[in-house]
Protein backbone atom coordinates (compact mmCIF):
# COMPACT_ATOMS: atom_id res chain seq x y z
CA UNK A 1 0.00 0.00 0.00
CA UNK A 2 2.98 2.35 0.61
CA UNK A 3 4.39 1.05 -2.34
CA UNK A 4 1.21 2.23 -4.12
CA UNK A 5 1.25 5.25 -2.33
CA UNK A 6 5.07 6.65 -3.25
CA UNK A 7 4.50 5.30 -7.24
CA UNK A 8 1.14 6.50 -7.66
CA UNK A 9 0.22 9.36 -5.06
CA UNK A 10 -0.55 11.72 -3.71
CA UNK A 11 -3.69 12.77 -5.47
CA UNK A 12 -5.72 10.41 -7.84
CA UNK A 13 -7.89 12.21 -10.49
CA UNK A 14 -11.10 9.46 -10.87
CA UNK A 15 -13.01 10.45 -14.21
CA UNK A 16 -16.62 9.37 -13.76
CA UNK A 17 -16.65 8.74 -9.92
CA UNK A 18 -20.48 9.11 -8.87
CA UNK A 19 -21.40 5.98 -8.32
CA UNK A 20 -20.37 1.92 -9.16
CA UNK A 21 -17.19 1.33 -10.73
CA UNK A 22 -15.60 4.87 -10.08
CA UNK A 23 -16.89 5.22 -6.72
CA UNK A 24 -15.71 1.73 -6.17
CA UNK A 25 -12.39 2.87 -7.62
CA UNK A 26 -12.33 6.06 -5.59
CA UNK A 27 -12.84 3.91 -2.20
CA UNK A 28 -10.12 1.45 -3.19
CA UNK A 29 -7.48 3.97 -3.84
CA UNK A 30 -8.41 6.35 -0.55
CA UNK A 31 -7.79 2.73 1.38
CA UNK A 32 -3.90 2.62 -0.53
CA UNK A 33 -3.95 6.73 1.15
CA UNK A 34 -4.09 8.67 -1.90
CA UNK A 35 -6.40 11.79 -2.21
CA UNK A 36 -8.65 12.15 -4.34
CA UNK A 37 -10.26 14.22 -7.04
CA UNK A 38 -13.53 13.24 -7.92
CA UNK A 39 -15.37 14.13 -11.37
CA UNK A 40 -18.70 13.22 -12.72
CA UNK A 41 -21.67 15.58 -13.39
CA UNK A 42 -23.87 14.88 -10.36
CA UNK A 43 -22.26 16.65 -7.82
CA UNK A 44 -24.52 15.66 -4.69
CA UNK A 45 -23.25 12.11 -5.17
CA UNK A 46 -19.67 12.97 -5.52
CA UNK A 47 -20.06 15.25 -2.23
CA UNK A 48 -22.14 12.41 -0.63
CA UNK A 49 -19.15 9.75 -1.62
CA UNK A 50 -16.43 12.50 -0.89
CA UNK A 51 -17.95 12.35 2.59
CA UNK A 52 -18.08 9.14 3.14
CA UNK A 53 -14.72 8.40 2.12
CA UNK A 54 -13.58 11.27 4.91
CA UNK A 55 -15.42 9.73 7.18
CA UNK A 56 -13.04 6.03 6.76
CA UNK A 57 -10.23 7.21 5.39
CA UNK A 58 -7.51 10.10 6.41
CA UNK A 59 -7.02 11.45 2.91
CA UNK A 60 -7.92 14.69 1.11
CA UNK A 61 -11.02 14.53 -1.62
CA UNK A 62 -12.35 17.38 -3.89
CA UNK A 63 -15.64 16.68 -5.55
CA UNK A 64 -16.12 18.78 -8.99
CA UNK A 65 -18.94 18.02 -11.16
CA UNK A 66 -17.37 18.42 -14.90
CA UNK A 67 -19.03 17.34 -17.86
CA UNK A 68 -16.28 15.19 -19.42
CA UNK A 69 -18.30 15.42 -23.07
CA UNK A 70 -16.86 19.63 -22.59
CA UNK A 71 -13.11 18.72 -22.99
CA UNK A 72 -12.18 22.06 -22.98
CA UNK A 73 -13.90 22.92 -19.14
CA UNK A 74 -12.10 19.27 -18.31
CA UNK A 75 -8.89 20.80 -19.39
CA UNK A 76 -9.11 24.11 -17.80
CA UNK A 77 -10.11 22.59 -14.33
CA UNK A 78 -7.47 19.84 -14.34
CA UNK A 79 -4.56 22.48 -15.70
CA UNK A 80 -5.46 24.82 -12.50
CA UNK A 81 -5.55 22.14 -10.31
CA UNK A 82 -2.30 22.79 -7.90
CA UNK A 83 -2.65 19.06 -6.97
CA UNK A 84 0.03 16.84 -8.08
CA UNK A 85 -2.00 14.02 -10.09
CA UNK A 86 -0.12 10.67 -9.72
CA UNK A 87 -2.77 8.79 -11.21
CA UNK A 88 -5.87 8.72 -13.24
CA UNK A 89 -8.69 6.58 -13.56
CA UNK A 90 -10.83 7.34 -16.62
CA UNK A 91 -14.33 5.37 -16.01
CA UNK A 92 -16.49 7.15 -17.63
CA UNK A 93 -18.42 5.93 -20.47
CA UNK A 94 -21.58 6.66 -22.47
CA UNK A 95 -23.14 3.17 -23.80
CA UNK A 96 -26.55 3.80 -25.73
CA UNK A 97 -28.33 0.63 -26.40
CA UNK A 98 -30.02 0.32 -29.65
CA UNK A 99 -28.81 -0.52 -33.94
CA UNK A 100 -26.90 2.00 -35.40
CA UNK A 101 -29.92 2.85 -37.84
CA UNK A 102 -31.74 3.97 -34.66
CA UNK A 103 -29.05 5.86 -32.38
CA UNK A 104 -28.39 9.65 -33.34
CA UNK A 105 -25.78 11.58 -34.84
CA UNK A 106 -25.77 13.64 -31.34
CA UNK A 107 -25.73 9.94 -29.48
CA UNK A 108 -23.09 8.55 -31.67
CA UNK A 109 -20.80 11.89 -30.85
CA UNK A 110 -20.95 12.18 -27.33
CA UNK A 111 -19.83 8.02 -27.44
CA UNK A 112 -16.76 9.31 -29.42
CA UNK A 113 -16.43 12.88 -26.86
CA UNK A 114 -16.80 10.65 -23.61
CA UNK A 115 -15.25 7.41 -24.37
CA UNK A 116 -12.66 8.11 -26.68
CA UNK A 117 -11.67 11.75 -27.02
CA UNK A 118 -11.48 12.21 -23.23
CA UNK A 119 -9.61 9.54 -22.29
CA UNK A 120 -7.39 10.51 -24.88
CA UNK A 121 -6.72 14.20 -24.18
CA UNK A 122 -7.04 13.45 -20.05
CA UNK A 123 -3.90 10.95 -20.63
CA UNK A 124 -2.24 13.66 -22.79
CA UNK A 125 -2.58 16.55 -19.92
CA UNK A 126 -1.62 13.85 -17.19
CA UNK A 127 1.31 12.44 -18.45
CA UNK A 128 3.11 15.55 -19.51
CA UNK A 129 3.19 16.05 -16.04
CA UNK A 130 4.30 12.08 -15.34
CA UNK A 131 6.89 12.29 -17.45
CA UNK A 132 8.53 15.02 -15.52
CA UNK A 133 8.56 13.37 -12.12
CA UNK A 134 8.91 9.82 -14.06
CA UNK A 135 6.16 8.39 -12.32
CA UNK A 136 2.44 7.75 -12.46
CA UNK A 137 -0.51 5.52 -13.37
CA UNK A 138 -3.34 5.54 -16.18
CA UNK A 139 -5.88 3.49 -15.99
CA UNK A 140 -8.66 3.04 -18.89
CA UNK A 141 -11.37 1.28 -18.56
CA UNK A 142 -12.37 -0.85 -21.21
CA UNK A 143 -14.81 -4.12 -22.00
CA UNK A 144 -14.84 -7.52 -23.15
CA UNK A 145 -17.83 -5.66 -25.52
CA UNK A 146 -14.64 -4.00 -27.34
CA UNK A 147 -12.58 -7.47 -27.37
CA UNK A 148 -14.98 -8.46 -31.15
CA UNK A 149 -17.98 -6.60 -33.08
CA UNK A 150 -21.01 -6.20 -30.55
CA UNK A 151 -24.07 -6.09 -31.88
CA UNK A 152 -26.64 -3.59 -30.24
CA UNK A 153 -23.98 -1.37 -28.37
CA UNK A 154 -21.33 -1.32 -31.45
CA UNK A 155 -19.87 1.90 -31.30
CA UNK A 156 -19.61 1.53 -27.55
CA UNK A 157 -18.12 -1.72 -28.01
CA UNK A 158 -15.71 -0.05 -30.58
CA UNK A 159 -14.93 2.57 -28.49
CA UNK A 160 -13.81 0.15 -25.88
CA UNK A 161 -11.15 -1.36 -28.37
CA UNK A 162 -9.78 2.11 -28.62
CA UNK A 163 -9.41 2.43 -25.14
CA UNK A 164 -7.39 -1.02 -24.37
CA UNK A 165 -5.24 -0.74 -28.09
CA UNK A 166 -4.40 2.74 -27.39
CA UNK A 167 -3.45 1.59 -23.67
CA UNK A 168 -1.03 -1.49 -24.85
CA UNK A 169 0.30 1.41 -27.03
CA UNK A 170 1.18 3.59 -24.67
CA UNK A 171 2.17 0.94 -21.97
CA UNK A 172 4.89 0.59 -24.34
CA UNK A 173 5.75 3.75 -24.78
CA UNK A 174 5.75 4.90 -21.01
CA UNK A 175 7.31 2.26 -18.97
CA UNK A 176 10.93 4.32 -19.74
CA UNK A 177 9.36 6.89 -17.55
CA UNK A 178 8.20 4.36 -15.06
CA UNK A 179 4.53 5.18 -16.10
CA UNK A 180 2.16 2.36 -15.57
CA UNK A 181 -0.63 2.28 -18.09
CA UNK A 182 -3.40 -0.32 -17.96
CA UNK A 183 -6.78 -1.40 -19.60
CA UNK A 184 -9.26 -3.23 -17.72
CA UNK A 185 -11.65 -5.42 -19.99
CA UNK A 186 -14.01 -5.53 -18.31
CA UNK A 187 -17.05 -8.02 -18.44
CA UNK A 188 -20.71 -7.29 -16.89
CA UNK A 189 -20.33 -5.58 -13.32
CA UNK A 190 -23.05 -5.19 -11.26
CA UNK A 191 -23.02 -1.05 -10.78
CA UNK A 192 -26.28 0.84 -11.74
CA UNK A 193 -26.20 1.40 -15.36
CA UNK A 194 -25.40 -2.36 -15.83
CA UNK A 195 -28.57 -2.71 -13.95
CA UNK A 196 -30.54 -0.58 -15.56
CA UNK A 197 -29.55 -1.72 -19.16
CA UNK A 198 -30.19 -5.33 -17.99
CA UNK A 199 -33.91 -6.86 -19.07
CA UNK A 200 -33.10 -10.16 -17.61
CA UNK A 201 -30.63 -11.95 -14.96
CA UNK A 202 -27.21 -11.22 -14.70
CA UNK A 203 -24.59 -12.85 -17.37
CA UNK A 204 -22.55 -15.36 -16.28
CA UNK A 205 -19.35 -14.07 -14.84
CA UNK A 206 -21.05 -10.63 -13.19
CA UNK A 207 -18.37 -9.46 -10.76
CA UNK A 208 -19.01 -6.58 -7.91
CA UNK A 209 -17.68 -2.60 -8.86
CA UNK A 210 -15.77 -3.74 -5.64
CA UNK A 211 -13.96 -6.98 -7.21
CA UNK A 212 -13.19 -4.78 -10.60
CA UNK A 213 -11.29 -2.18 -8.88
CA UNK A 214 -9.09 -4.06 -6.73
CA UNK A 215 -8.53 -6.56 -9.55
CA UNK A 216 -7.91 -3.36 -11.79
CA UNK A 217 -5.67 -1.78 -9.34
CA UNK A 218 -3.32 -5.12 -8.09
CA UNK A 219 -2.72 -5.90 -11.89
CA UNK A 220 -1.62 -1.81 -12.29
CA UNK A 221 2.43 -1.74 -13.26
CA UNK A 222 2.10 -5.96 -14.46
CA UNK A 223 0.96 -5.29 -18.02
CA UNK A 224 -1.21 -3.18 -20.35
CA UNK A 225 -4.48 -5.16 -19.94
CA UNK A 226 -6.57 -6.67 -16.95
CA UNK A 227 -9.47 -8.88 -17.43
CA UNK A 228 -11.35 -9.13 -13.90
CA UNK A 229 -12.04 -12.12 -13.05
CA UNK A 230 -11.70 -15.85 -14.29
CA UNK A 231 -14.88 -16.60 -16.23
CA UNK A 232 -14.19 -13.23 -18.19
CA UNK A 233 -10.75 -14.58 -19.05
CA UNK A 234 -12.22 -17.93 -20.37
CA UNK A 235 -14.97 -15.94 -22.49
CA UNK A 236 -11.53 -13.71 -23.71
CA UNK A 237 -9.76 -16.52 -24.74
CA UNK A 238 -12.65 -18.82 -26.23
CA UNK A 239 -14.13 -15.40 -28.32
CA UNK A 240 -10.41 -13.90 -29.57
CA UNK A 241 -8.27 -17.33 -29.83
CA UNK A 242 -10.42 -20.28 -30.61
CA UNK A 243 -13.89 -19.08 -32.14
CA UNK A 244 -13.99 -17.87 -35.86
CA UNK A 245 -14.43 -14.30 -35.28
CA UNK A 246 -17.94 -14.54 -37.07
CA UNK A 247 -19.28 -16.91 -34.54
CA UNK A 248 -17.74 -14.74 -31.63
CA UNK A 249 -20.01 -11.68 -33.15
CA UNK A 250 -22.74 -14.04 -33.30
CA UNK A 251 -22.17 -15.03 -29.51
CA UNK A 252 -22.05 -11.13 -28.29
CA UNK A 253 -25.34 -10.87 -30.14
CA UNK A 254 -27.26 -13.69 -27.91
CA UNK A 255 -25.69 -11.96 -25.19
CA UNK A 256 -27.08 -8.20 -26.17
CA UNK A 257 -30.22 -8.49 -27.89
CA UNK A 258 -32.07 -8.23 -24.93
CA UNK A 259 -30.67 -5.47 -23.32
CA UNK A 260 -32.75 -2.06 -23.98
N1 LIG B 1 -21.18 -2.15 -16.03
C1 LIG B 1 -20.68 -3.08 -16.82
O1 LIG B 1 -21.24 -4.18 -16.95
C2 LIG B 1 -19.39 -2.83 -17.56
C3 LIG B 1 -18.81 -3.86 -18.30
C4 LIG B 1 -17.60 -3.63 -18.94
C5 LIG B 1 -17.00 -2.40 -18.87
N2 LIG B 1 -17.60 -1.40 -18.17
C6 LIG B 1 -16.95 -0.11 -18.11
O2 LIG B 1 -16.78 0.26 -16.76
C7 LIG B 1 -16.97 1.67 -16.61
C8 LIG B 1 -18.02 1.95 -15.56
O3 LIG B 1 -19.23 1.36 -15.92
P1 LIG B 1 -20.56 1.72 -15.19
O4 LIG B 1 -21.53 0.66 -15.54
O5 LIG B 1 -20.29 2.02 -13.74
O6 LIG B 1 -20.98 3.06 -15.94
P2 LIG B 1 -22.12 4.13 -15.60
O7 LIG B 1 -23.00 3.56 -14.54
O8 LIG B 1 -22.73 4.49 -16.88
O9 LIG B 1 -21.38 5.42 -15.01
C9 LIG B 1 -20.07 5.63 -14.92
C10 LIG B 1 -19.74 6.96 -14.26
O10 LIG B 1 -19.39 7.86 -15.29
C11 LIG B 1 -20.00 9.11 -15.05
N3 LIG B 1 -20.27 9.75 -16.33
C12 LIG B 1 -20.94 9.25 -17.40
N4 LIG B 1 -20.98 10.17 -18.38
C13 LIG B 1 -20.32 11.27 -17.91
C14 LIG B 1 -20.05 12.56 -18.46
N5 LIG B 1 -20.47 12.92 -19.68
N6 LIG B 1 -19.35 13.43 -17.70
C15 LIG B 1 -18.95 13.10 -16.47
N7 LIG B 1 -19.17 11.91 -15.91
C16 LIG B 1 -19.85 11.00 -16.62
C17 LIG B 1 -21.29 8.81 -14.28
O11 LIG B 1 -21.62 9.90 -13.43
P3 LIG B 1 -22.66 11.08 -13.73
O12 LIG B 1 -23.87 10.44 -14.34
O13 LIG B 1 -22.89 11.65 -12.38
O14 LIG B 1 -21.97 12.03 -14.64
C18 LIG B 1 -20.83 7.62 -13.43
O15 LIG B 1 -20.21 8.09 -12.24
C19 LIG B 1 -17.31 2.21 -17.99
O16 LIG B 1 -16.15 2.70 -18.60
C20 LIG B 1 -17.80 0.99 -18.74
O17 LIG B 1 -17.57 1.08 -20.12
C21 LIG B 1 -18.78 -1.59 -17.51
Redesign the pocket.
Known amino acids: MTDFKTKYGPWALV?????????AFAEALAERGLNLIL????LD??EDLAQHISNLYSVETIAHS????DFKAVKTFVTQRKESIGLLVY?????PIGYFENISEQSLE?IVD??IKAPLLLSKLVSTRMIERKKGGIVL?????GAQGSPKIAT?GAS?AFNSVFAEGLWNELKKYQIDVLASC????S????KNAQNTKDAPG?LS?QRVAEDTLKALGKGPIIIPGFTNKLAYFFMNRVFPRKWAISIMDKNTKDLT
Do not use: H
Not at 66 to 69: E, H, I, M, R, Y
Not at 141 to 145: E, F, G, Q, V, Y
Not at 186 to 189: D, F, P, R, S
Open positions: AGASEGLGAIARRKLLDLANAAYSQVNMASLAYKAGAITPGYTP
